[in-house]
């Protein structure tokens, strides 16, 4: 079982989870998104556990938190800034990554190329039918992408187009899954970000 840790009030941000890897210690801090709040997306989320658990079982201690506004993108990484913020003052010798599905993919994306440093980025369900963001064209951070072959917003061709343009380093990981849920292949979808993550810690 993880070890649960209750964290302070971020910058206006109340509903956050932390936990710890055990057996610890923890060799990298991870702030995980979730998707858009305003269709229903909370950090307890089934993809956003599942991520979490994945990162926190190769070592990672993991926040999650729920956005506090819109979902707007924009305000999205103003939270995700804060709570990573909070993240590496509680663990200051850690180096750092972001994580996020859906809409959440797209403010860890955003937050990590703005900042530089991340180990990496992981980006679960992205949604290309918002767009290809022109910043990941040349986003240093090392980038990973985890997509289901039936995504209803992010289509495998619309992925892969935009994955062609989208600056090194990166990966590509397809999950045969029947929606943007990774419904019916979770186990799947959790076990591909437990082998690429580890790479990049």
């Not at 010798?93 to 955003?110: D, I, K, Q, T």
């Not at 992981?122 to 949604?127: N, Y």
């Not at 187009?161 to 979808?189: I, R, T």
């Amino acid at each position: 079982m993880p070890r649960l840790i209750q964290t302070p009030a971020i910058t206006g941000i109340s509903e956050t989870l932390l936990e710890e890897p055990e057996p610890g210690p923890p060799r990298i801090a991870v702030v995980v998104c979730h998707p858009h709040p305003m269709h229903g997306g909370t950090m307890h989320n089934k993809v956003v556990y599942r991520i979490a658990r994945a990162l926190r079982n190769s070592g990672a201690v993991v926040l999650r938190f729920n956005f506090r506004k819109t979902g707007v993108v924009e305000e999205g990484v103003d939270d995700a800034r804060a709570a990573l913020e909070w993240l590496r003052g509680a663990y200051p010798g850690l180096p750092w990554a972001l994580a996020g599905f859906s809409f959440g993919s797209r403010v860890a994306m955003r937050l990590a190329c703005e900042l530089g440093g991340a180990r990496f980025v992981l980006a679960a369900g992205f949604p290309t039918r918002w767009s290809a963001p022109a910043h990941l064209e040349s986003c240093p951070a090392p980038k990973i992408f985890v997509q289901s072959t039936n995504d209803q917003y992010g289509p495998r061709a619309e992925l892969e187009s935009m994955y062609a343009a989208v600056s090194d380093p990166k990966q590509l990981h397809f999950v045969e899954a029947s929606d943007h849920f990774f419904a019916g292949s979770l186990d799947a979808f959790e076990g591909v970000i437990a082998e690429a993550a580890p790479l990049f810690m």
